[in-house]
Nanobody, 115 residues
Framework: QVQVVESGGGLVQPGGSLRLSCAASGSFFSFYTMGWSRQAPGKQRELVAR???????NYADSVKGRFTISRDNAKKTVYLQMNSLKPEDTAVYYC?????????WGQGTQVTVSS
């Protein structure tokens, strides 16, 4: 089973870009569906992007065309490239890993979009 650790968050101005990374440890990383979720203060956690073991992707409507999820199985890492960031993208971003009945997530990384 994998464990995940996120990095790459920070403060960025509206219209800017950030790339989040999720490093996984454990075996059979390539078999896992990986995803990014986010939770803003006072709001429920929402799935932002997801990538399957065969690299099929899907995105929340709110980030389509702006965010790109990708994976590097050799490095056991998943990325979330975030462009054209908006203040409403401000949230704690969590990396998720799932396979069968197993589901885990990391401690999160804060993304703040503000001028």
């Amino acid at each position: 089973q994998v464990q995940v650790v996120e990095s790459g968050g920070g403060l960025v101005q509206p219209g800017g870009s950030l790339r989040l990374s999720c490093a996984a440890s454990g075996s059979f990383f390539s078999f896992y569906t990986m995803g990014w979720s986010r939770q803003a203060p006072g709001k429920q956690r929402e799935l932002v992007a997801r990538i399957t073991s065969s690299s099929n992707t899907n995105y929340a409507d709110s980030v389509k065309g702006r965010f790109t999820i990708s994976r590097d199985n050799a490095k056991k890492t998943v990325y979330l490239q975030m462009n054209s960031l908006k203040p409403e993208d401000t949230a704690v971003y969590y990396c998720n890993a799932e396979r069968g009945s197993y589901y885990t997530w990391g401690q999160g990384t804060q993304v703040t979009v503000s001028s």
